[in-house]
C-alpha cells in the first residue's frame, strides 16, 4: 500500500466519522449510528496502531477521544434501557421509575454528546493526521505489530484474569482482525483472519462478557437510586440472574483461550524459526498462528 493510499484510507475514515457524527448531532441518529462512529473510531485507531508500531509517537487520535468516550457512555445506556425495558416487562413490572432515572441520564448524555461535537473540526483534525503519516508498514513492521498483539492478548487471558484483562485481550484481538485488509494486500494464496469461526466467535463472547460487566455495574448503581423497594427487588433479581450467566459466559472464554492456544500451537509447529520466539513460546506460536494468513498458507 503506497502512502498516498495510506493517506486515502485515513480521509475516508474521517469522512465516515463526520458523517456519523453531524446525523448524531442533527438528533436524527439512531443507536446504530452511534455503533457505527465507535466502529469506525476503532478500526481507525487499529491501522493507526499498524502505521506506528515501532515509532516514538502520540496517540494520534487524542483530540478526538473525548467524543469516542461521551459515545460509549451514551451507547452504554441506551443499551442498558433496552435491557432493563425488556425485563420489566418480563418480569410484569409496570411503570417503573429506574426507566425514567435512565432516561433522563440518556438525555444529560446526548447532550454532552452534542457539545462535544459542536466543538470540534473533523476537517482541520483529518488534515493534521493525514500529514504526519508515517511511511506504508513493511512485512517487518507488519510482524512486529502481530507479535506486538499476541504478546498483550496472552498477558490478558490468564485463569484469574479480571474484567478489565478480559476486555483488554479483545482489544488486541480485534486490532489484528480489524487490519487483515491492510495485511493481506497483495499477497497470494492467504488466508484470512477474519473468516476464522473460532476467532470471531472468541472476540463475539468477550464482547458479550464486557456488556454483562457494564450492565452489572449499572445495576449495582441503581441499589443507591431513590427508587420503590418493590423496584429495586426486581432489579437485584435481575443482578442475581446477570451475575450467575456472567459466570457461566467466563467459563466459556477460558475454555476458548485454552483451545485457540492449543490450535496455535499445533499450526505453529515447525514455525517458530521465523524470528517471532521473544521469550515465550506461547506467544510466539500465537503469534505465528495470527500470521498465518499474512503470505501463504503453510
Do not use: W
Request: aromatic letters at 8%; a neutral charge.
Amino acid at each position: 500500500m503506497r502512502h498516498n493510499e495510506l493517506e486515502a484510507e485515513v480521509e475516508k475514515a474521517i469522512k465516515r466519522l463526520d458523517s456519523y457524527a453531524g446525523t448524531i448531532l442533527a438528533g436524527s441518529g439512531t443507536n446504530e449510528d452511534i455503533h457505527q462512529f465507535r466502529v469506525t473510531y476503532k478500526k481507525l485507531r487499529a491501522f493507526l496502531r499498524l502505521l506506528y508500531t515501532g515509532e516514538d509517537h502520540n496517540n494520534p487520535l487524542k483530540p478526538l477521544k473525548k467524543i469516542y468516550s461521551l459515545s460509549g457512555e451514551l451507547r452504554d445506556l441506551q443499551i442498558h434501557l433496552g435491557l432493563i425495558s425488556g425485563y420489566f416487562k418480563k418480569a410484569e413490572f409496570h411503570n417503573a421509575v429506574y426507566k425514567g432515572v435512565l432516561e433522563d441520564s440518556i438525555q444529560e448524555a446526548t447532550d454532552k454528546l452534542h457539545e462535544a461535537i459542536q466543538g470540534f473540526s473533523f476537517h482541520e483534525f483529518g488534515d493534521k493526521l493525514t500529514k504526519n503519516l508515517p511511511g506504508k508498514p513493511g512485512d517487518d513492521k507488519a510482524r512486529q505489530f502481530v507479535h506486538e498483539q499476541a504478546q498483550g492478548f496472552y498477558s490478558n487471558i490468564k485463569e484469574d484474569a479480571t474484567d478489565e484483562q478480559l476486555h483488554a485481550a479483545r482489544k488486541h484481538l480485534k486490532d489484528i482482525m480489524y487490519n487483515t485488509a491492510y495485511l493481506v494486500a497483495g499477497k497470494e494464496e492467504t488466508v484470512l483472519l477474519k473468516s476464522r469461526l473460532e476467532l470471531k466467535e472468541l472476540a463475539t463472547m468477550l464482547g458479550e462478557y464486557h456488556d454483562k460487566c457494564a450492565l452489572l455495574m449499572r445495576l449495582e448503581g441503581a441499589q443507591s437510586e431513590n427508587l420503590p423497594a418493590e423496584e429495586k427487588v426486581v432489579l437485584a433479581h435481575m443482578a442475581r440472574e446477570l451475575l450467575y450467566e456472567k459466570g457461566l459466559h467466563r467459563e466459556k472464554i477460558l475454555k476458548g483461550f485454552k483451545e485457540l492456544i492449543a490450535m496455535a500451537d499445533k499450526r505453529s509447529g515447525g514455525l517458530q524459526t521465523a524470528g517471532l520466539l521473544l521469550g515465550s513460546a506461547t506467544v510466539s506460536a500465537l503469534a505465528v498462528f495470527f500470521l498465518s494468513y499474512y503470505g501463504r498458507e503453510k
